[in-house]
């Protein structure tokens, strides 16, 4: 089975703060992914690598960078937190280039910005 | 701009009943189309795929079905368990769109004794 592991599952920062969330995937897969999920908007897609050092922007990139640096580790990193980035943050992995394959999530991780 | 529209919002359902949640989308082409189930604090899991061209598509007692000439796909919950309890997130994949996903706000089903 695919384990998609995500550091913190709760976590409380302060506005300014630079802050990381770190995502782990144990099953070599070249795509990884970081959404936001909030009550009533659905799954917004923030950044997806499709391979090590490669990243693309996705609907709302906007105070947000990523970082990866190694296959199976895919870092979401907030520069400047701020209130409105209080969220449910989802990572996802998924094998293949192909839209076939399904995307598999971590359990995410709830960040609160004070 | 693609959308995909799910509902009801919610559902509360007795245990042993039957209940379908709807999805109505307006991605087009798209390649396929998937059904998440989202257990509270957990993350989505796959219940269901199915391309353009099929018509239905079972997992257990779970049941997809799709319409593509109507844009509008549906998941039946059969004989409903307590642990149907959760999120259903209704997902439509664009044919030229890569990675980039389009998501339903999902159907919060509850399942009482």
């Known amino acids: 089975d695919v384990k998609v592991t995500q550091s913190s599952r709760y976590l409380v920062k302060r506005t300014g703060e630079k802050v990381f969330l770190e995502c782990v995937q144990d099953?070599?897969?070249?795509?990884m992914f970081w959404y936001r999920q909030d009550p009533g908007l659905g799954l917004r897609l923030i950044y997806f690598?499709?391979?090590?050092?490669?990243?693309e922007k996705g609907d709302i990139p906007e105070g947000y960078s990523v970082s990866r640096e190694k296959k199976e580790r895919f870092s979401l990193i907030l520069e400047s937190a701020s209130t409105n980035q209080t969220s449910m943050y989802l990572c996802?992995?998924?094998?293949?280039?192909?839209?076939?394959?399904?995307?598999?999530f971590g359990d995410g991780t709830r960040l609160s910005i004070l | 701009k693609n959308q995909v529209e799910q509902s009801p919002q919610s559902l509360i359902i007795l245990e042993g009943k039957n209940c379908t949640l709807q999805?109505?989308?307006?991605?087009?082409?798209?390649?396929?189309l998937r059904w998440y189930k989202q257990d509270t604090g957990r993350g989505p899991v796959s219940l269901t795929i199915?391309?353009?061209?099929?018509n239905t598509k079972s997992n257990g007692r779970y049941t997809a079905t799709l319409d593509a000439d109507t844009k509008q796909s549906s998941l039946h919950i059969t004989a409903s368990q307590l642990s149907d309890s959760a999120s259903y997130i209704c997902v439509v994949i664009p044919k030229a769109a890569g990675n980039k996903l389009t998501f339903g706000g999902g159907t919060r089903v509850l399942v009482k004794p």
């Open positions: 199915m391309t353009f061209s099929e």
């Open positions: 690598s499709y391979d090590v050092k490669m990243k």
């Open positions: 099953m070599d897969h070249e795509n």
């Open positions: 996802a992995s998924r094998q293949g280039q192909g839209n076939g394959q399904p995307q598999h």
């Open positions: 999805c109505n989308y307006t991605v087009s082409p798209f390649s396929n």
